[in-house]
T-cell receptor, first 113, second 113 residues
Framework: AQSVSQHNHHVILSEAASLELGCNYS??????LFWYVQYPGQHLQLLLK??????LVKGIKGFEAEFIKSKFSFNLRKPSVQWSDTAEYFC???????????FGTGTQLKVEL | DADVTQTPRNRITKTGKRIMLECSQT?????MYWYRQDPGLGLQLIYY???????NKGEISDGYSVSRQAQAKFSLSLESAIPNQTALYFC????????????FGPGTRLLVL
C-alpha cells in the first residue's frame, strides 16, 4: 500500500517569504498527486493536481508543485506567501485502482505579518 | 463545496449512543467516501462506495457502518459511540474515472463524552 510523508509538521513564515513544503510518497507505479488546503474552520479545497504531462503544475492562488519521479516527491511551492495563506496543507496520492486517496499527516503553515 | 453537504455540522453525544452522520451531493458523482480527521494524523479513509451496490471498507472501518441510500446520499453510523471516535468527519465525492478529483463536504465535528 502506498504511504505519504510530509516532513514539515509546522512552518512559520513572514509575509513575502518563499514557501516550499515537502511531500514524498512510496509507490512504484503510476500515481496521481494532489495538494489540498484547509483554511481554519473550513473543509478541504483542492489547490492543484498532477496526473501526467508537464511535471510542473500550477494551481490556484499562486501555488505550484513539481513532480520529481526519481525522488518520489511532489513538493509545493509559492514564491511569496501572504497572511491569508495561513492554513493546513495536505499532500495526497491515489493510484490506478479506484482513486482512493492516501493523505499525508499535513503541514500547518502560519504566516506572520 | 456547496455541492457536498453534511448534517449535522456539530454533534455532541454520549458513550454508547448510536448516531448517524449524513452526506448528500448534487454533483452527480458515483463515488462517495467517508474520512475522519484527527490532529496530526491527516485524513483516514473509513468507508467508500463506488456505486449504490458497491461499498468497501477503508483503513479504519471498525466501529463504523455505512449506508448508500441513493447515488446522492451516503450515511455513516457509529453503532455505539466511544470517546476515541471524537474527530472531524468528512464526506467526499468523485466521478468514476481513474483520474478523478475528490470534492469534500464541510465536515461534521463529533464529540463523544
Amino acid at each position: 500500500a502506498q504511504s505519504v510523508s510530509q516532513h514539515n509538521h509546522h512552518v512559520i513564515l513572514s509575509e513575502a517569504a518563499s514557501l516550499e513544503l515537502g511531500c514524498n510518497y512510496s509507490y512504484g507505479g503510476t500515481v496521481n498527486l494532489f495538494w489540498y488546503v484547509q483554511y481554519p474552520g473550513q473543509h478541504l479545497q483542492l489547490l492543484l493536481k498532477y496526473f501526467s504531462g508537464d511535471p510542473l503544475v500550477k494551481g490556484i492562488k499562486g501555488f505550484e508543485a513539481e513532480f520529481i519521479k526519481s525522488k518520489f516527491s511532489f513538493n509545493l511551492r509559492k514564491p511569496s506567501v501572504q497572511w491569508s495563506d495561513t492554513a493546513e496543507y495536505f499532500c495526497a496520492v491515489s493510484t490506478g485502482g479506484g482513486n482512493k486517496l492516501t493523505f499525508g499527516t499535513g503541514t500547518q503553515l502560519k504566516v506572520e505579518l | 463545496d456547496a455541492d457536498v453537504t453534511q448534517t449535522p455540522r456539530n454533534r455532541i453525544t454520549k458513550t454508547g449512543k448510536r448516531i448517524m452522520l449524513e452526506c448528500s451531493q448534487t454533483k452527480g458523482h458515483d463515488r462517495m467516501y467517508w474520512y475522519r480527521q484527527d490532529p496530526g494524523l491527516g485524513l483516514q479513509l473509513i468507508y467508500y462506495s463506488f456505486d449504490v451496490k458497491d461499498i468497501n471498507k477503508g483503513e479504519i472501518s471498525d466501529g463504523y457502518s455505512v449506508s448508500r441510500q441513493a447515488q446522492a446520499k451516503f450515511s455513516l453510523s457509529l453503532e455505539s459511540a466511544i470517546p476515541n471516535q471524537t474527530a472531524l468527519y468528512f464526506c467526499a465525492t468523485s466521478d468514476s474515472g481513474v483520474r478523478e478529483t475528490q470534492y469534500f463536504g464541510p465536515g461534521t465535528r463529533l464529540l463523544v463524552l
